[in-house]
């Protein structure tokens, strides 16, 4: 599972409204965790 797939999983599971399931609001989450592309 890809790390975008895996913030956009987590943003599902806190009840967040489908519209803010975007892949931008993943990579948003992802680059506020400061989670790079070749991290584990």
Same mark, same amino acid.
């Given at each position: 599972?890809?790390? !975008? $797939? $895996?913030?956009?999983? %987590?943003?599902? $599971? !806190?009840?967040? &409204? &489908? /519209? #803010? #399931?975007? @892949? !931008?609001?993943?990579?948003?989450?992802?680059?506020?965790? @400061? %989670? /790079?592309?070749? @991290? $584990?």
């Amino acid at each position: 599972m890809s790390k !975008l $797939e $895996e913030a956009k999983n %987590i943003l599902n $599971e !806190l009840k967040v &409204p &489908p /519209k #803010q #399931q975007s @892949d !931008l609001c993943g990579y948003v989450i992802l680059a506020m965790a @400061d %989670i /790079k592309k070749n @991290d $584990e």
